[in-house]
């Protein structure tokens, strides 16, 4: 279908015939059909073409919807060829956006959608300025098909009054989906980066003249950086793909194209991701109604009138690593090679390269993960030395070989269980050291520290690559998120604007808070009793396993009822994850926000709180609650009627084993979930292709999965928990920074693989930062201080060791004894601080006083030591705060210029008016 015809001086129409399909969907009469050959089906296609549009069109031009005949688009086969695997329209000019639709098989109920839709616009035009507008949904299916293809039609109309437009309708194999290929003109692209004050890159004259005024300093850093050029040839860890060059900058204005870089070739003056950028600002401006509110194509896909809406990938995946195909040598083929492929994993990322095929938001994604695993090198290398320590002293305890020589007769773990030898839990006993030494307090406060200097680095990291990526001083012009919906028909006028804009009560919107609220903490009440019955089952499995007949179950119980009771967790962590997930969601929606910055603020908070609480609360139970009010022999304290006492090598075992099982399987199930998953159902879905007619390219790439609604929300949020598992708990599992920078090795190139092949490309969007995760990461490193003090101070035993070193013997003689005493009336010992009487003793206070001692010391340091680390390490590297000073003085040195031109221009002297640099990346002094 083609909706204009030839308006005499305003556009021209080709439509084109393109096969029975197409002729039989819209209607069209005989016409001479476009050859179509393997390896691309037989498709129809309809061309719209526009020149020389100085303005928008008459309204009573707009809508004419009449369908005319046409010529081919393509001159011969092999040309159609060429120009689709170029991703170009039949005119040779490159395809910017591909926008989706459905339409129905049937030609007639089509044409009536058709018609009812220009009956529709036709009455809605006569009543413009009424309330009622065209964005209400009808009742009934064929309503809403009708008002979906007014709206689409409308849109396209907008679309079609932007001069030099080339679209392109082609119907696809599937004759229920049409895709409308669109080339955004270069003057469009350009009044769009001036609305949004897009950074460009300068003419480099000056550039020139500051080399020719390097001082030796400078012609040393320069010979220097000649020299890393040189060595990244030979570089295991290099990517090989070139790094972005730098120049000035400034905000681009049209008047003054002729001060930015590659102004005499449009083709190579915009980027990839800006076209991108610009495009998708574009299309997110047309109006598709005639109320202020009704535009953007976010609402199109919101309420279904479009099924996609995306830039294409530059070019198909590489089918293998000849570096003479033509699909290698693109961006994306050059990406999956150097990025994305598992056998580039020890490879530095392309960040360069990243920001500019997917723009500065996901770039500053993959920047931060690749910090963050970047840092945890050395935690990881720390961790496995203190490791390597306990492993390597566990025999030499005297404790230990107390114990394993004691025949000391312990009291029976349950009312009806047998007594048993201490000395059956010998190897645990050792083994606990492994994990609970000296070392251990060292790598806490290591720990600790790490976090919060991890934090400022990034600062500093973050503020570079905001500069280097001219999104320093980004102010994004926010638009409303198509969800949004006002109360009723009520309006009022925008503070700043003055247009008339959406309004919802804000008293409505704190009642809906008050009920999400009280649903999030229902929900967290649901899952702390979900993690009492599996405390429960914890209990009454170390019961059952303790009056096993085989000593090594008997002795194992503990053990054995952590380490099942950790796995059913792990599994009920990932189930009630899902569907808190789905729960949050739909509540945020229901919240209303007008703002996508609020909503996922709002997600955030909703996502974090619940998350931190299913996935950490067996955790604090373990570490903090169990083994504290365990009573004495004929007074036990009890927790549904079972004992929750630590094993008689201590509590902080079972948490290493708890952290452990969770922490890891979690990253198991996630990378099975991201990688191998998508993997077999693309494998299928090549199988199910096989033989088949290949699709052109843009219908290949619609078949992808779409970009989520959520990007990278859910990326950050699993970084976000794992974070707290290597800080929060790491006094008692020094290797988990080691398993998180395995995991995340393998992250990096998941997520790099699930973008090159199996998303859609989205469009490039700008950001200067990761945005509110960043306070996240504050809170959590500022709550890891606590957690390892309690920690060190109440689940493990160290310090009660030092204590009765220090008050009795230095070698730990007697040690078993003191801390298993034994009670006459019950003949048997018992694990406890208490005395022989079950009373609270000398020992038992002193025990207490050097917890709360240490405590006290231990957040002192370290909350001093951060704040030192924060005070002495700058956010932005000095280098980087003097380029910003000298860009700042030259801007306003600039300004001053413009100021006297103007003076002189209106006394009648011209002189040259220059933009104001915006930015000076490399060699600039100050």
Not at 270 to 275: E, I, K, L, P, V
Not at 532 to 557: E, M
Not at 594 to 604: C, D, N, P, T, V
Not at 698 to 706: C, D, G, H, P, V
Request: hydrophobic share 40%; charged share 25%; net charge neutral.
């Amino acid at each position: 279908r083609c909706r204009i015809g030839r308006v005499e001086g305003m556009a021209e129409v080709v439509q084109p015939a393109g096969g029975e399909d197409f002729d039989r969907l819209h209607g069209i009469g005989a016409v001479p059909p476009i050859d179509s050959d393997p390896p691309y089906p037989k498709a129809g296609r309809a061309s719209l073409e526009l020149h020389d549009l100085a303005a928008p069109a008459p309204e009573s031009e707009k809508t004419s919807f009449r369908p005319r005949a046409a010529t081919q688009l393509y001159k011969n086969v092999e040309e159609k060829y060429i120009l689709a695997n170029e991703l170009k329209l039949s005119n040779g000019l490159r395809v910017d956006y591909v926008l989706v639709h459905k339409v129905n098989k049937d030609k007639n109920v089509q044409e009536r959608f058709e018609k009812d839709a220009r009956e529709r616009w036709s009455k809605l035009q006569k009543r413009k300025g009424s309330n009622k507008g065209n964005d209400e949904d009808d009742d009934d299916e064929v309503g809403r098909d009708v008002s979906r293809t007014m709206k689409r039609l409308q849109f396209e109309d907008s679309l079609a009054a932007m001069k030099g437009a080339s679209v392109e309708q082609e119907i696809g194999k599937n004759t229920e989906l049409v895709f409308t290929k669109i080339h955004f003109p270069f003057d469009s692209l350009a009044s769009m980066a001036e609305s949004i004050s897009l950074n460009m890159p300068l003419v480099d004259e000056e550039q020139k003249e500051r080399q020719e005024a390097l001082t030796v300093s400078d012609r040393v850093k320069k010979g220097w950086k000649s020299f890393n050029k040189f060595i990244k040839r030979y570089d295991f860890f290099d990517h090989g793909l070139d790094e972005e060059e730098d120049y000035f900058s400034a905000p681009f204005v049209k008047v003054n194209i002729t001060k930015f870089r590659n102004h005499n070739d449009q083709n190579k003056f915009f980027t990839d991701s800006q076209r991108s950028t610009l495009g998708f600002e574009i299309l997110n401006r047309l109006q598709y109604g005639l109320k202020a509110d009704q535009v953007g194509i976010r609402k199109l896909l919101h309420n279904g009138t479009y099924v996609g809406a995306f830039p294409l990938h530059d070019g198909p995946l590489p089918a293998n690593d000849d570096p003479t195909l033509p699909e290698n040598k693109t961006t994306r083929g050059l990406l999956y090679q150097r990025w994305a492929r598992i056998s580039s994993m020890f490879r530095r990322q392309p960040i360069d390269t990243i920001r500019k095929y997917f723009g500065e938001r996901v770039g500053i994604y993959f920047a931060w993960l690749g910090f963050y695993t970047t840092w945890l090198i050395f935690p990881a290398f720390v961790g496995f030395i203190v490791f390597l320590y306990g492993l390597g002293t566990f025999e030499q305890q005297n404790d230990a070989k107390d114990l394993c020589n004691s025949n000391k007769i312990m009291c029976p773990l349950c009312d009806t269980c047998e007594p048993w030898i201490l000395k059956d839990v010998c190897l645990p006993y050792k083994f606990s050291w492994v994990f609970d030494n000296g070392a251990t307090i060292f790598f806490a406060i290591f720990m600790s520290i790490w976090a919060s200097v991890f934090q400022d680095f990034w600062r500093r990291r973050n503020a570079q690559l905001a500069y280097e990526w001219d999104v320093r001083n980004l102010s994004l012009e926010e638009p409303d998120r198509p969800q949004f919906k006002g109360k009723g028909t009520k309006t009022r006028k925008h503070p700043v604007t003055g247009a008339e804009e959406k309004y919802y009560p804000v008293h409505l919107r704190w009642v809906k808070y008050f009920v999400t609220f009280s649903t999030v903490v229902v929900a967290i009440t649901a899952v702390i009793m979900i993690a009492i019955g599996i405390i429960v089952y914890r209990l009454a499995v170390a019961v059952v396993a303790a009056r096993s007949s085989d000593p090594s179950i008997r002795t194992q119980s503990t053990v054995i009822a952590s380490a099942t009771a950790a796995i059913i967790n792990l599994f009920v962590i990932t189930i009630l994850s899902m569907i808190y997930s789905r729960l949050a969601v739909i509540m945020t929606d229901w919240e209303n926000h007008r703002k996508h910055s609020k909503y996922e603020a709002h997600l955030a908070f909703k996502m974090f709180v619940f998350q931190f609480v299913n996935t950490y609360s067996s955790l604090f139970y373990v570490a903090f609650f169990k083994g504290q009010q365990t009573g004495s022999p004929g007074d036990y304290g009890t927790f549904f009627g079972y004992r929750q006492e630590c094993a008689n090598y201590g509590c902080l075992l079972e948490l290493t084993i708890q952290l452990a099982i969770i922490m890891v399987g979690k990253q198991v199930i996630g990378n099975v979930t991201e990688f191998m998953i998508p993997r077999v159902m693309r494998y299928i879905e090549k199988r199910r292709r096989k033989g088949e007619v290949q699709l052109m390219p843009w219908e290949e790439q619609f078949s992808l999965e779409a970009w989520p609604a959520m990007d990278l929300f859910f990326e950050y949020l699993e970084m976000i928990i794992q974070f707290g598992f290597i800080t929060l708990f790491v006094a008692s599992f020094p290797l988990s920074p080691f398993f998180a920078l395995i995991n995340n090795i393998w992250e990096i190139r998941i997520d790099a693989d699930k973008m090159i092949t199996g998303l859609r490309r989205p469009p490039a969007q700008r950001a200067a930062s990761i945005g509110i995760w960043e306070g996240v990461l504050e809170f959590v490193s500022f709550f890891s201080v606590i957690t390892n003090g309690l920690v060190i101070a109440i689940t493990s035993s160290y310090l009660t060791k030092l204590v009765y070193q220090y008050q009795y013997e230095s070698d730990l003689d007697g040690f078993i004894n003191k801390t298993r005493p034994f009670f006459v009336d019950y003949n048997c010992s018992y694990s406890t601080l208490l005395d022989t009487n079950g009373k609270k003793g000398i020992f038992f206070y002193e025990v207490w006083a050097a917890r709360a001692g240490f405590l006290i010391a231990f957040e002192h340091f370290v909350f001093l030591a951060k704040f030192a680390a924060q005070a002495v390490i700058p956010n932005v590297p000095k280098k980087i705060d003097q380029k910003i000073k000298r860009e700042e003085f030259l801007a306003a040195k600039a300004l001053q210029k413009q100021m006297d031109d103007t003076d002189d221009f209106l006394s009648g002297e011209v002189h040259d008016v220059s933009l104001p640099a915006r930015s000076l990346k490399e060699n600039s002094s100050v």
